[in-house]
Each structure stands twice: as structure tokens, then as C-alpha cells.
């Protein structure tokens, strides 16, 4: 149990196009999802908490407008990187709460490799 | 916010040694989880232990809330245990609350 998934796992696209990640959560409900990025041999930076039915918070720091977060439904949430730039290339992974169990445990996502040109 | 750090940095075993991991943190926390990410970058759940002793075959952990600590164990290394250790602490409710702050990590080689 406690699967989250990603899509997709690896994308490469140009400067100045716009770029959508899903996150799921296959086998819970999930109602706050977050979203990270790690840059090669660092750790773990929050982007964002998204919770469902409501808008997303974002951490110090991070461009509302240029990571729009939407979490639609209690198993779905996704990030899109709007007029991505070589900067934006990253590894940006995803993470879900089961609010089921009544513990603060986190499952992630496999995450996914942005390569933009 | 939150501060945690993780020791050592870096740490190079022979193939059935054992080590031990350890997690500081600046403040009460009501999740610590730790965390093992492959070569693909996947992070491997390892324990959820903001409290308490837990033990999963060969790996254990052990957290200290009063004195603010959490240890890993690795016992009979073997190669495949190589990769990133992230140790993670939460320390809120609801929403936004529940976010995880992360130390910067452990990185273990296994040498065959």
C-alpha cells in the first residue's frame, strides 16, 4: 500500500514552453500533497504544500506564477512549470500524506527529471 | 524554521561492517521519518519514527525526542545499502503543517 506515482518520470523540452507533472496517489486518499525539488548531490527543498479544494501555499522564495500548482481531487495533483527555463532543470518530486490513518507519515512519488534546452 | 543535521556526510564501509546514522534536530518534531534514495532517485521509506525504537531486518532506528536525536542503524552492510540516507522532520498539524524539513544527508558506499 502507500503508492504515489508520477508522470511522467524523465522530460525534456524547450525554453519558453510549459510543462505538467501529475502526481497520484494510487491506493489512499490523499488530501495535502507536497511538492519538492532536489538539484544534483543536494538534498530535498520544499516547493509547496497542495491542498485539495483550496490553493496552494508556497514556500519563502518560490514563484506562485511560474509553478502553478492544482490539487483537483483527493488522489491527484500537479505542477506545471509555465515558460520553463534552462534554470528550472531539476529534479522535482512529489509526496502525499494518508490522512486515513491518522498519522503524519509521507509516501513519494519517484520523481521526475526536467531537462529544459 | 526547523534545523537538522545529519552526520556524517559521507561514510565508506567494507561489505559487512556496520554504522550508525545519526539526525539532530533544532525543535519538537511530531514526524521523523528516514529516508534511503536509490540511484534512480526514488526515496525508499524507512522507518516513520518520531518516537521510540523500530527494527526491519537488518536496519533499526532509534529516536530521542527530549534530547532531540534519532539514530539509524545498519547492520552487516551489504552493497546495494549504498546510496543517499535522508533523515526528515515535521513538527505540525493540518495543512501545510505537516511539511517535512530534511538534512542534507548521509551518503554511504558499500565497497564490495
Known amino acids: 500500500g502507500a503508492v504515489v506515482s508520477q508522470h511522467p518520470s524523465r522530460v525534456i523540452c524547450k525554453s519558453g514552453t510549459s510543462v505538467k507533472i501529475e502526481c497520484r496517489s494510487l491506493?489512499?486518499?490523499?488530501?495535502?500533497m507536497f511538492w519538492y525539488r532536489q538539484f544534483p548531490k543536494q538534498s530535498l527543498m520544499l516547493m509547496a504544500t497542495s491542498n485539495e479544494g483550496s490553493k496552494a501555499t508556497y514556500e519563502q522564495g518560490v514563484e506562485k506564477d511560474k509553478f502553478l500548482i492544482n490539487h483537483a481531487s483527493l488522489t491527484l495533483s500537479t505542477l506545471t512549470v509555465t515558460s520553463a527555463h534552462p534554470e528550472d532543470s531539476s529534479f522535482y518530486i512529489c509526496s502525499a500524506r494518508d490522512g486515513g490513518t491518522g498519522y503524519n507519515e509521507q509516501f513519494f512519488g519517484p520523481g521526475t527529471r526536467l531537462t529544459v534546452l | 524554521g526547523i534545523q537538522v543535521e545529519q552526520s556524517p556526510p559521507d561514510l565508506i564501509l567494507q561489505e559487512g561492517a556496520n554504522s550508525t546514522l545519526r539526525c539532530n534536530f533544532s525543535?519538537?518534531?511530531?514526524?521523523l521519518q528516514w529516508f534511503h534514495q536509490n540511484p534512480w532517485g526514488q526515496l525508499i521509506n524507512l522507518f516513520y519514527?518520531?518516537?521510540g525504537t523500530k527494527q526491519n531486518g537488518r536496519l533499526s532506528a532509534t529516536t530521542v525526542a527530549t534530547e532531540r536525536y534519532s539514530l539509524l542503524y545498519i547492520s552487516s552492510s551489504q552493497t546495494t545499502d549504498s546510496g543517499v540516507y535522508f533523515c526528515?522532520?515535521?513538527?505540525?498539524?493540518?495543512?501545510?503543517?505537516?511539511?517535512?524539513?530534511f538534512g542534507k544527508g548521509t551518503l554511504l558506499t558499500v565497497n564490495p
Open positions: 525543535d519538537s518534531v511530531n514526524n
Open positions: 519514527i518520531p518516537s
Open positions: 526528515a522532520v515535521g513538527r505540525g498539524w493540518g495543512g501545510s503543517n505537516y511539511k517535512l524539513t
Open positions: 491506493d489512499f486518499q490523499a488530501t495535502t
